[in-house]
């Protein structure tokens, strides 16, 4: 399989270790990754606050680099994922199709539409297949909780997103449950992870952050894992912010997606760039045996 | 137990707060078709089983939005929920009050928080005296101005989205979904003359705070995408009153931010949103990140063809005129 590899731009700078896993769990399951040093940012949905019409532009100037190699488009991204996806619906409008073909055409650029938007998380479970997953694990997560955690923009709007149910999906527990872990159900799974205000009222961020991660934690996660980054952010790089907004701990490792994955196919806490996240994630790999290269968990960024 | 009927095992939140010390859940099981709406079932028990079970509803046709309530933990109208998809799912049915509104009793909430924000964005016409109401009959739009309303004149004031929203859940400063919807319906209603004043005065502690997080689209039973108007709403905002709130410095530095590398440069875009004084608040968090993830505060390379993207930025995004 070969695919046009769309890392977004968290995964090339400070979620450098998603990219890592990513290209490691790829390699495993033989997915070609065909990079593009032409793919731009998504807009990561600020940009369509400021300017719908311009943001789609931007991403069928995307879309079109994919369409030219005749390659379906991979994220690792929810929110890269929504951006391209809705950026390929609202090309519908004819209104909408004229303003972009007018500023992409004298560019030389031509998009058709062809070029279909697919994240890990459903290229993994729809294309690559469970079983084929499955039969790449040399250590099973026995014993591991893990409380999956979707990033809005992979689901909703359901109607648009066209793939699992907006509020009771279960592709990514089928996904952990596949590899050996013991997937956890909580309401907090499908709800926001609060980034999006991160910069708008970071209490109210903090608090919808640390909510999600109590409610994981309550109902008996050892960890948590998400196919965005920019959760990630919220619930591992801002999880410190979160305790003080909900006052209690919450020490809760928070997995990058293709992380989990590489741990079972056997990989290093070293290849999985582990170390870079700023919760330990040392107690969730000692239960399953995976040592912890990244420290005792009192080495803690507090 | 017949082949057309299914066993539907009803888990009901129960609670008075004058006598219960706290809430607890209520089993009932009874035999019915699976097309039997969750609403139907609730009124049978009442009827049949447990006469002091608390719920509002009226119409049983969607059309009221009196019978909103959380159905195994989605915000919908019991009367248009059908029991088959639900047991089929979870194996029970697990009804409780909505969320972000106080228990009055049971499935009953005080809707006063929900009506609170409806009231803050003055839901009514604000005329334009050039365009004075006839007497005896509104003015009339045409079909175009019509269509601008795009679906928010179907609400039916039902609340779903209110409790399905997060943003409410963590901070009852925002508007919720139904009112930032209504004010858009008012915003784009050529008759109005307070449009300007109307998305001025949402901004601070409202339209900024929403997630995008597409839950109020999901639960609303009429199809309005309060979500998506409240996109609109962003881009409008901006377009009258410029860069003014973090949310809105946030959208348009992003915007800018990644037109000159064509990819994100982190670093700065916390300065566009914060300014340089502000940035010194982010300082102790940003320092633990950077020791983590030194790339953050590093300039990213610029990707291949970054002209490209200006010349789409010069065709579609043009520099605000100077001026009011």
């Not at chain 1, 790449?136 to 997560?141: E, T």
């Not at chain 2, 009055?104 to 809707?111: A, G």
């Not at chain 2, 968090?285 to 789409?312: C, F, M, S, T, Y």
């Amino acid at each position: 399989m070969r695919l046009a590899y769309y890392p977004g731009c968290v995964a090339q700078t400070s979620g450098k270790e998603l990219d890592l896993a990513t290209r490691y769990v790829c390699r495993t399951l033989g997915i070609e990754l065909v990079e593009f040093p032409t793919f731009s940012c998504c807009g990561s949905g600020f940009v369509d606050e400021a300017n719908e019409v311009l943001n789609v532009a931007i991403n069928a100037r995307n879309l079109a680099i994919a369409e030219k190699a005749g390659l379906d488009l991979l994220t690792i991204c929810s929110t890269c994922q929504g951006m391209l996806t809705l950026a390929n619906l609202r090309l519908g409008d004819p209104a909408v199709r004229a303003r972009v073909d007018a500023a992409l055409k004298p560019l030389g650029i031509e998009y058709r539409g062809s070029t279909r938007v697919k994240h890990l998380l459903r290229v993994l479970t729809e294309d690559v297949g469970l079983d084929a997953v499955r039969a790449k694990v040399r250590r099973p997560l026995a014993g591991l909780k893990v409380g999956a955690f979707y990033g809005c923009h992979l689901l909703r709007p359901a109607d648009e997103m066209a793939w699992e149910d907006g509020e009771e999906p279960h592709a990514f527990e089928d996904l952990l449950a596949a590899v050996g872990a013991s997937p956890v159900y909580y309401r907090g799974r499908v709800l926001c992870c609060g980034f999006p205000i991160q910069f708008v009222k970071a209490g109210t961020a903090s608090r919808i952050a640390g909510r999600q991660i109590q409610d994981a934690k309550a109902h008996g996660a050892d960890a948590m894992a998400t196919p965005c980054p920019l959760c990630h952010i919220s619930l591992d790089a801002y999880q410190n912010q979160a305790e003080k907004a909900v006052g209690a701990a919450l020490d809760m490792p928070v997995f990058h997606l293709p992380q989990v994955l590489g741990l079972a196919f056997g990989a290093t806490p070293e290849e999985l760039g582990l170390s870079r996240h700023l919760v330990p994630v040392g107690p969730a790999l000692a239960k399953v045996g995976s040592g912890t290269a990244t420290g005792p968990s009192s080495a803690k960024t507090a | 137990m017949s082949e057309s009927t299914v066993a539907a095992a009803f888990d009901v939140y129960r609670y008075d707060p004058a006598h219960d010390a706290k809430p607890r859940y209520q089993r009932y099981t009874l035999n019915l078709s699976p097309h039997t709406p969750v609403l139907t079932a609730l009124l049978r028990i009442r009827a049949e089983v447990d006469p002091s079970l608390a719920l509002r509803y009226s119409c049983r046709s969607a059309i009221c939005g009196s019978c909103a309530m959380q159905i195994n933990s989605k915000s919908r109208l019991a009367c248009e929920t059908h029991i088959g998809p639900e047991m089929a799912r979870h194996g029970r049915i697990v009804v409780e009050p909505m969320r972000n509104q106080p228990v009055l009793r049971d499935l009953v909430v005080d809707q006063a928080p929900f009506w609170r924000q409806y009231d803050r964005i003055e839901p009514h016409l604000r005329l334009d005296p050039a365009h004075p109401m006839p007497e005896g009959r509104p003015t009339p739009m045409t079909p175009e101005e019509v269509d601008r309303f795009k679906e928010t004149p179907r609400c039916i004031a039902c609340a779903a989205c209110f409790s399905a929203c997060p943003a409410v859940e963590a901070d009852p400063e925002f508007p919720g979904p139904m009112a930032l919807a209504k004010l858009y319906r008012f915003v784009v209603d050529p008759r109005d003359r307070a449009h300007q004043d109307r998305l001025v005065r949402i901004q601070p502690n409202g339209l900024w705070l929403c997630l995008r997080c597409h839950l109020c689209t999901e639960a609303c039973p009429k199809d309005v995408r309060p979500s998506e108007r409240i996109r609109d709403l962003k881009e409008m905002a901006i377009a009258v009153q410029g860069a003014t709130e973090n949310g809105s410095r946030h959208a348009v530095g992003f915007k800018e931010n990644i037109s000159e590398r064509g990819v994100l440069n982190e670093m700065r875009l916390v300065r566009q949103t914060y300014g340089t004084v502000g940035l010194v608040g982010q300082l102790g968090q940003g320092l633990k990140i950077v020791r983590k993830k030194p790339e953050v505060a590093r300039k990213p390379h610029p990707i291949e063809g970054v002209d490209e993207l200006e010349k789409i930025y010069a065709a579609l995004d043009p520099e605000p005129k100077e001026g009011p």
